[in-house]
């Protein structure tokens, strides 16, 4: 008996991208500023790690409060708990950046009726980690809970804070000093919170490129460390403690891609460490992109934080914050607030994003994306190392002329139409009103620093680009 021919003949990837043709524009892969091409179809099959998040409900939905007065922050606080917020971010008025104000008085009044047992507070400490934590722990005194019953975060980073405003107050070699010796001090009686971060935003706002991300966020988490050995702290006690930073924009892959070689580039710093299996208690924060987010346009924004939102999600990430989509106009009205809140919930329970643990298992695009990711910032990260680690690449402007470079060629491929931006470079509507920039407040110069650098100012595109 003669076999039976098969019902589907076997195809080849030439046949796919056959096939494909004539709904896509060009088989071609995408090139990324880090030089790593993104192919619909990879030849390479690459096995992807599993993924795990801490929690597999879904991930933590974590607004961010940066206006001064404490009244505002508390109405919109309490607007973003029954609207479904499961933790709050607070940003500190600290030098060099705008706020509320790091007082008792204004955070307690800013958290008032916020129930702290359920709703963890998360500020965003960078160098003045000390006085958050100070009021942290008297707002869990005044509610009657014992530290080690309460979770939260403070989130220490002051070479974040370097690169972002060029300075710091201390000096950035006793700032690091005190850093071990704050974290090693409260580790034990604060299990639940997250002292450090490791954040790699800054960076990406900057301009940076994905791998660039990684690579800054990496070698400031391995800084940390570093400091905490002076204090005989094994890595795998620090790792529950820490918190990595990264950003989320409208490029859907390489947010999920991004995300996942995070995980892989901590485990292989914890494995180095001798702590392997802490790796998986590090916390993954994502904020939404700032420098995609355009002052023309706004509307065309709420569809840059959805994809990257769901970039976010499908990646992994233990805490998501969507931007509202005015920030690039100002302060936030409650509409707009609304609108980064629900668009959390449409992800998590209307469209099931968090049903599925690893929504992109199986994607060889993702896969070898991933790996290509890690390859690349590990080497940046070597180099970073080699210069003296990133507290020293900061100071001798290593990082940030890295950056710059993928900076120029991104406003280049802007101005010449290579890429584009709905509704500011490309598909503007003649006639559309303009709304009004109310500038975020700018914080008071820092008069005294002892460490002072150039600042990375945030990337963006305020006006159409004429092509060059």
Excluded at 170 to 185: D, N
Excluded at 212 to 218: F, G, N, T, Y
Aim: with cysteine.
């Amino acid at each position: 008996m003669t076999a039976s021919p098969p019902l589907f003949p076997p195809a080849t990837r030439d046949d796919w991208l056959r096939a494909i043709g004539g709904a896509a524009r060009t088989p071609a892969a995408h090139i990324t500023y880090d030089g790593i091409p993104v192919e619909p179809l990879p030849i390479r099959a690459i096995a992807s790690p599993a993924l795990t998040r801490a929690d597999p409900a879904g991930w933590d939905i974590r607004p961010l409060h940066d206006a001064a007065d404490p009244s505002a922050v508390n109405a919109a606080i309490l607007a973003d708990i029954a609207g479904g917020a499961t933790s709050i971010a607070l940003q500190l008025a600290v030098p060099g950046q705008y706020g509320l104000t790091p007082r008792f008085d204004a955070i307690s009044a800013a958290l008032k009726a916020v129930p702290l047992d359920r709703i963890p507070v998360c500020f965003a400490a960078g160098d003045q980690y000390i006085g958050a934590a100070q009021c942290l722990m008297a707002l869990w005194e005044a509610t009657g809970r014992p530290g080690p019953d309460m979770g939260g975060a403070i989130h220490a980073d002051p070479l974040g804070t370097l690169a972002v405003t060029g300075v710091l107050e201390a000096g950035l070699w006793p700032t690091l000093e005190l850093l071990g010796s704050f974290v090693a001090a409260n580790i034990e009686p604060w299990p639940n919170v997250r002292l450090l971060m490791a954040d790699g935003a800054p960076y990406h706002d900057a301009g940076a490129s994905e791998a660039q991300e990684l690579a800054a966020m990496l070698a400031t988490a391995v800084e940390y460390l570093r400091a905490l050995s002076f204090e005989h702290m094994p890595v795998a006690d620090v790792l529950p403690h820490l918190t990595l930073g990264l950003a989320a924009d409208a490029d859907l892959f390489a947010t999920i891609a991004k995300l996942r070689a995070a995980r892989l580039l901590i485990a292989r710093v914890a494995e180095a460490s001798g702590a392997g299996g802490a790796a998986g208690t590090v916390d993954v924060w994502v904020r939404t992109s700032q420098r995609m987010l355009t002052a023309q346009a706004p509307h065309t924004n709420i569809l840059r934080n959805s994809i990257a939102a769901l970039g976010a999600a499908v990646g992994g990430a233990d805490a998501i914050t969507v931007r509202p989509h005015t920030h690039a106009l100002g302060a936030s009205d409650v509409g707009a607030q609304r609108l980064a809140r629900n668009t959390h919930l449409l992800l998590r329970d209307e469209s099931g994003i968090a049903r599925v643990l690893d929504p992109a298992a199986g994607s060889s695009t993702v896969a070898a994306l991933t790996t290509a990711l890690a390859e690349r910032a590990w080497t940046l990260f070597q180099e970073i190392e080699a210069a003296g680690g990133m507290a020293k690449s900061l100071l001798s402007g290593k990082v940030q002329a890295g950056i710059a470079r993928t900076a120029a060629a991104r406003v280049a491929d802007l101005a010449t139409g290579k890429t584009a931006i709905t509704g500011v470079t490309k598909f503007t509507a003649a006639g559309e009103a303009v709304l009004p920039i109310t500038p975020h407040p700018q914080p008071a110069p820092i008069e005294h620093a002892e460490t002072r650098i150039p600042p990375m100012p945030v990337l963006r595109v305020s006006a159409p680009l004429e092509p060059g």
